[in-house]
């Protein structure tokens, strides 16, 4: 059974960090582009970040551009999203999501329907 499991969602105060694990069972990653998504009430699901499965190479969009990195362990078959000064503004559930393509494409890897599996999320709330 093919599975993306988020972890490492949770409360945080401003400024402070978290860091996310989006496992994958059933399948093997290489060979898969991995991106974040998020969202908060009420708005559209936005993407965050994208890895290519070549060549590690990242996109972030403007929002959390310089706090976010998004990487990956081909080895534990994780990716990982690593949120430092975090602001409220964050809030959302976020998502993982897998396509199966070497290069993270910066006309399409924001697009949702892009992407071939999905994660159930975890919410990550950015409070004092």
């Known amino acids: 059974q093919v599975q993306l499991v988020e972890s490492g969602g949770g409360l945080v105060q401003p400024g402070g960090s978290l860091r996310l694990s989006c496992a994958a069972s059933g399948f093997t990653l290489d060979g898969y582009t991995i991106s974040w998504f998020r969202q908060a009430p009420g708005k559209e699901r936005e993407g965050v970040s994208c890895i290519s499965s070549s060549t590690g190479y990242t996109y972030s969009a403007d929002s959390v551009k310089g706090r976010f990195t998004i990487s990956r362990d081909n080895d534990k078959n994780t990716v990982y999203l690593l949120m430092n000064s975090l602001k409220p503004e964050d809030t959302a559930v976020y998502y993982c999501?897998?396509?199966?393509?070497?290069?993270?494409?910066?006309?399409?890897?924001?697009?949702?329907?892009?992407?071939?599996?999905w994660g159930q999320g975890t919410q990550i709330t950015v409070s004092a």
């Open positions: 999501a897998a396509k199966s393509a070497r290069m993270c494409g910066s006309n399409w890897y924001r697009n949702a329907l892009m992407y071939d599996y």
